[in-house]
């Protein structure tokens, strides 16, 4: 019997210790929350350029038919303008592709700056006009996931593993150079005061320079870093069309600026290796970037020539009577429609290191790339 209730005692003394080690000794932290966003379905890079040309030609043939979006208007010509930058780049990117050279490459790196131009740009529209944004939406989310699928910056990344010595030296060349853009954009603000549209630009540009120069130095922060600069140099290109006579020479130095970083990168982009085979792996697509008015490919040719070879140059007194309505033009200053495209909410790598985070420049911390 003592043998019995010695054991029985041991048994209930073990079944206390393990229950005492099982039991937290706090409340458990509730699970985080994660959002999982379904695939829309699947694309190559031939696909995605066909996606992005009806987008396009959607978005051309809408402006078209509204007399509000005439590009004889002076307001408009900026929107036009950067609409046939994207035609004539989405152009080269096709023949790049056909060819398999590196107009493709350069002609989707090119043709998400100008996307990023033309989101700026639309503002000056004061248009409403929903099917125009729409396609303009997709034609962004298109060229995004080009961008950052189905370029060098995509390949190093794929490959992986630490920054190289040279990688690092040019990141801290990236930097320094946004140190030289804050240094411009501060001069250019006392200028800015007066114009509150403009004054958020700057401070968009400033955000963006300021997040380069805290980055920590590592692959994905390199990579983020290149494609951030499509939006960036979008942005200062858009805003030419805000800034007033006395000091638009004072802004157009920013957009010289531009000229030194891309010398830099193309030194860089000669220096990587690109696989051919990738154009033809399929990539998830996360958004809808499919036009959903019917459009001919006859009518695709026809609008992109349309914005390739139409005149929207705008003359000095234009630039200065754009420049002046913009200030009083209460949507443009409040931001009003914007193809902003997809949100640039953080994913689990950051902003721009996702496949299609070309979104509106207004996000905290925002397209490609």
């Not at 048994?11 to 829309?40: D, M």
């Not at 950052?148 to 801290?172: H, I, P, V």
């Not at 400033?206 to 997040?211: D, H, I, L, S, Y």
Request: no cysteine; hydrophobic share 35%.
């Amino acid at each position: 019997m003592k043998i019995f209730v010695g054991l029985l005692l041991s048994l209930l003394l073990s079944f206390f210790i393990v229950a005492r080690a099982a039991k937290p000794s706090h409340a458990p932290v509730a699970a985080a929350k994660t959002t999982q966003t379904k695939a829309t379905g699947q694309a190559n890079a031939e696909g995605l350029l066909n996606d992005a040309s009806k987008a396009l030609a959607a978005m051309i043939k809408d402006a078209r038919a509204d007399s509000g979006l005439d590009p004889d208007i002076a307001r408009n010509k900026p929107f036009w303008k950067s609409t046939q930058l994207i035609a004539r780049n989405l152009r080269t990117a096709k023949n790049g592709l056909a060819a398999q050279d590196d107009d493709f490459l350069k002609g989707i790196a090119e043709a998400r700056r100008a996307h990023e131009q033309m989101k700026i740009d639309w503002r000056l529209t004061n248009s409403k006009n929903k099917q125009v944004v729409e396609n303009g939406k997709k034609l962004g989310d298109a060229i995004a996931l080009l961008r950052t699928n189905y370029s060098k910056e995509a390949t190093r990344k794929k490959t992986g593993g630490e920054l190289t010595a040279q990688e690092k030296t040019d990141f801290e060349k990236i930097k320094a150079q946004q140190k030289d853009l804050l240094a411009k954009v501060s001069k250019l603000e006392k200028s800015a005061q007066k114009d509150k549209a403009l004054e958020k630009g700057l401070r968009e540009i400033q955000k963006q320079a300021g997040r380069v120069l805290t980055e920590p130095a590592t692959l994905d922060a390199y990579i983020a870093s290149l494609y951030l600069l499509d939006v960036q140099a979008g942005l200062i290109r858009g805003y030419e069309y805000y800034v007033d006579k006395p000091w638009r020479a004072s802004y157009l130095e920013l957009v010289d600026w531009f000229t030194g970083y891309d010398t830099w990168y193309d030194t860089w982009y000669n220096s990587v290796s690109y696989d051919w085979a990738l154009v033809d792996t399929s990539v998830d697509v996360y958004e809808d970037i499919t036009v959903s008015e019917s459009i001919s490919e006859d009518e695709i040719s026809s609008e992109e020539s349309y914005a390739e070879s139409g005149s929207f140059d705008m003359s000095e007194a234009e630039e200065e009577r754009v420049a002046a309505e913009e200030e009083a033009n209460e949507q443009v200053t409040a931001g009003g429609n914007i193809m902003e495209g997809v949100s640039d909410e953080d994913d689990e790598e950051g902003d721009y290191r996702g496949a299609n985070d070309i979104g509106d420049e207004d996000t905290d911390d925002g397209g490609g790339e």
